[in-house]
């Protein structure tokens, strides 16, 4: 190993710091250092050039030849790079391991390497070979660099390197040839100190021949025998002037040659298409290191397994970052909807999110390995998909609760007030509560895509519970109703049975019946009429006008039972019998004289008042058609009762209450008799 010394100027390896005079853009980085070690600095460096983001645009070259053939100088003239020049007076080899430099104002990535002399490093001859596979593998022009005199010297140092390069080249690209896609090579032959002696031509036909004579002499695998030199290869030659005998002349050239590096629309330019190797520049730290790695290890190269590798290590990166700026964003609405809330507008935006995540992934992964950039982009949208769907579902269910509040709430405004069809309010709030619902899943949905982003199933659900919401309505409201109407009766009973109790002819339970019936009649027209608008079922009307019939007829009763209380029922009585005892058939007070039949007077009254017990004691028409009946068991949903026996309800006394009441009106007519009787004793006595 020779002793590498430091070389004067202050620039930092792995690109940290850096010169300030020539600008960040130039800085220059170690990508191999002289323990064959790989920089890990490589990406940062390149975002550091303004690289990173190029993709196919940017160009790689690199340099070959024998230690200080002014290789480093000529990279420096023509990319404005920094690499280190040997100092003059010390004469050390300066370039080890291998240099990348950004080119000034140019997207090319410049990669100066340690030169192959074998004089300092003859023990390490296989670093050539490696170098030789690493520039191959990346870069579009290699440019090999040499002596005019070193021209025909076939046994050199230069041929054995080029030997190595066809060798590596056929590994590397021998079988992808034919695929045309990355297997070309521009070799830039730059000879110099060229005197001018011997024309450029002449110089040109010699290397010919002798890359010929080497190419012939490769021992190629059989598959490849009839391979040719041009088949990989296209040869450039120039010649550079003496740079110290001509200096001037010398600038001027490689100011001439620069141009063919840096100008797209020079006729000469150098950088064609075709020998990109087609790795994205956001790639390039991953891939070179790769190639080596693999170079190190002497396996063998495969590069369409590295280009592949390159392309799922990118793809997932690529692909992390755009899921996590994508996290970020859903993250933002997961909260909200999670408590319940409906985000307005979240389709569009996690459409927005959606198509943003892979906008970017396909931007940067597109460049990369078709086969993989597709199954990959696959796997990111099913991570996306896993995201947005819950979203999409909690954005849903609580789209179906603030509808379901909304039916309820504009089932209350439409019932308000007297005036309304209940079938039509109920029409109105489920058009508007399904259509908003509708509405709001349509927008939610982030494709079209029913399967995954399906509402149907939840609409259904919402449908469900509308109907039960409708149903109760309609009971509840069915229930008002009946109340309203059985005031009603109350209200239209009241007057009739009071007047018919209180004149208690013989068909006074007829009178009151056919009243009931006809407010009765009048009630469940009522019903119906209300009913119809309910959408009520035939089971619903059948049960609610039978618990009408039932109300009614317990309104009856309950009035009955009013008019025949005790103190009522006995004054009742004893206004019949005073009518009959105290006053003579013109209604005009008696005033008993001794012989007046007191007696007789007395019983005929009492006799015709107590016929009354018997016909106030049960509800009994004379005119059996109109008598009413109720089916007993009758059970009310609606109102909650339990059973019922109708015939008891047709008793208004029982037996013992009948002698009861006879027995207390007995005495207050026998209070009538004496009182009778002593009137006339005082009137005799007057
Ligand atoms: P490298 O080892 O091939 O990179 O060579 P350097 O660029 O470090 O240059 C080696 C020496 O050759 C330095 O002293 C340069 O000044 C000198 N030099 C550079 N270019 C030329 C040239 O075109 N002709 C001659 N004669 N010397 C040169
Ligand atoms: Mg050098």
């Known amino acids: 190993m020779s002793s590498p010394q430091p070389n004067g100027t202050t620039v930092t390896v792995n690109g940290h710091g850096g010169s300030t005079s020539l600008g960040a853009s130039t800085e220059r980085i170690q990508i191999v250092d002289e323990e064959k070690k790989f920089t890990s600095n490589l990406k940062e460096q390149i975002e550091k050039w303004g690289l990173l983001d190029s993709g196919f645009g940017y ?62 490093r003859g023990e390490d001859q296989d670093f050539e070979r490696k170098s030789a596979l690493f ?83 490769l021992s190629k695998p059989s598959e490849l025998k009839d391979r040719q030199l041009s088949d990989y290869f296209d040869l450039a030659f120039t010649a550079l002037p003496h740079k110290i005998l001509s200096a001037d002349k010398f600038e001027s050239e490689v100011a001439e040659l620069r141009k063919r590096f840096a100008d797209k629309s020079n006729p000469d330019y150098l ?41 799922q290590f990118r793809c997932d990166e690529i692909s992390a970052v755009a899921l996590s700026e994508f996290n970020e964003q859903a993250k933002s609405q997961k909260r909200p909807v999670e408590a319940g809330k409906v985000v307005e507008g979240l389709g569009a935006m996690m459409k927005d999110w959606k198509t943003t995540a892979l906008t970017r992934y396909d931007r940067d992964a597109s460049r990369y390995h078709k086969g993989v950039y597709t199954r990959k982009r696959g796997d990111l949208i099913s991570a996306l998909d896993a995201t947005l769907i819950p979203l999409f579902l909690g954005q849903l269910k609580n789209l179906h609760k603030s509808c379901l509040v909304t039916f309820k709430k504009e089932m209350l405004d439409g019932l308000r007030g007297e005036e309304y069809s209940f079938a039509d309010v109920v029409g109105k709030a489920r058009r508007k509560c399904e259509g ?65 109790l209180n004149k208690a ?39 609610s006008l039978a618990a009408l019939s039932k109300r009614a007829w317990l309104v009856l009763r309950a009035k009955i039972d009013e008019q025949t209380a005790e103190p009522v029922f006995l004054g009742k009585l004893r206004n019949h019998f005073e009518e009959r005892f105290r006053y003579d058939e013109q209604g005009v007070p008696r005033v008993w004289k001794p012989d007046d039949d007191i007696d007789g007077a007395f019983k005929k009254a009492k006799d015709q008042t107590l016929e009354l017990v018997p016909l106030y004691s049960k509800i009994a028409p004379t005119d059996p058609s109109l008598e009413f009946e109720l089916p007993s068991e009758s059970s009310d949903v609606l109102a909650g009762t339990d059973e019922f026996d109708f015939a008891s309800t047709l008793v208004v006394f029982s037996e013992t209450k009948s002698l009861e009441l006879t027995n207390k009106f007995r005495k207050d007519a026998d209070a009538y008799y004496v009182e009778a009787k002593r009137s006339t004793v005082s009137s005799v006595a007057q």
């Open 59 to 120: 160009n790689i070259v690199s340099v070959f030849g024998s230690q200080s053939t002014g290789k480093s100088t000529l990279l420096n003239r023509l990319f404005g790079t920094t690499f280190d020049v040997m100092d003059e007076t010390k004469r050390q080899q300066t370039t080890k391991g291998i240099w990348m430099c950004r080119g000034k104002d140019m997207s090319v990535m410049v990669m100066d390497v340690e030169g192959t002399d074998g004089r300092e």
């Open 135 to 217: 520039s191959l593998a990346s870069s579009e022009i290699l440019i090999v660099n040499l002596w005019e005199h070193q021209v025909g010297l076939y046994q050199g140092a230069n041929m054995g390197l080029l030997k190595t390069v066809f060798e590596v080249n056929l590994g590397l690209f021998g079988k992808k040839a034919s695929d045309g896609t990355s297997g070309r090579t521009l070799l830039l032959f730059v000879i110099r100190d060229h005197i001018g002696q011997t024309p450029l031509a002449n110089l040109q036909a010699t290397l010919t021949a002798d890359l010929s004579r080497i190419w012939d002499s």
């Open 271 to 311: 950088f064609k298409p075709v020998y990109h190797k087609r790795i994205p520049a956001d790639g390039v730290p991953f891939y070179m290191e790769g190639i080596w790695e693999q170079v190190q290890t002497n396996k063998d190269l495969d590069l369409p397994t590295q280009q592949e590798l390159l392309a």
């Open 436 to 500: 908003t619902f509708a509405d709001g899943a349509k927008e939610a949905m982030v494709e079209e895509d029913t399967t995954k982003w399906g509402w149907e199933d939840e609409l259904a659900l919402l449908k469900e519970e509308i109907g039960v919401v409708a149903d109760q309505c309609r009971k509840d409201e069915t229930k008002k109703m009946l109340n309203q109407i059985e005031r009603n009766i109350k209200k239209h009973l009241s007057e009739p049975v009071e007047l018919h």
């Open 505 to 543: 002819s013989k068909d006074m339970w007829d009178e009151i019946l056919r009243s009931f019936r006809e407010v009765l009649g009048k009630a469940e027209a009522a019903y119906s009429t209300k009913a119809k608008s309910f959408d009520c079922t035939e089971e619903e009307n059948i049960s």
